[in-house]
């Protein structure tokens, strides 16, 4: 059976040290602590994340080709969306 360790005076005041150099409160109440209604969100957008589309390959029949005009790789495009 493990035992649960509590922390030490030195483990403590290295945490505080921490808490300052990042300005985070510590060991007052959470209230303190910013929730996600307080930080700004960036839109969430839509990334095409099909290589083929991200590389700039042109689409021949619903495949990108290469340079020399090879099939690479079906695109993947709507899959993700």
């Known amino acids: 059976m493990k035992t649960r360790r509590t922390k030490t005076g030195s483990q403590r005041r290295q945490l505080e040290w921490l808490a300052r150099q990042l300005n985070l409160p510590f060991g007052g109440p959470l209230r303190d602590v910013p929730t996600t209604s307080d930080v700004a969100t960036a839109p969430a957008t839509i990334v095409n994340q099909c290589d083929g589309c991200r590389a700039g390959?042109?689409?021949?029949?619903?495949?990108?080709?290469?340079?020399?005009?090879?099939?690479?790789?079906?695109?993947?495009?709507?899959?993700?969306?």
């Open 57 to 81: 390959m042109p689409i021949v029949n619903g495949n990108h080709r290469d340079k020399n005009d090879v099939p690479y790789m079906g695109c993947t495009a709507e899959r993700y969306s």
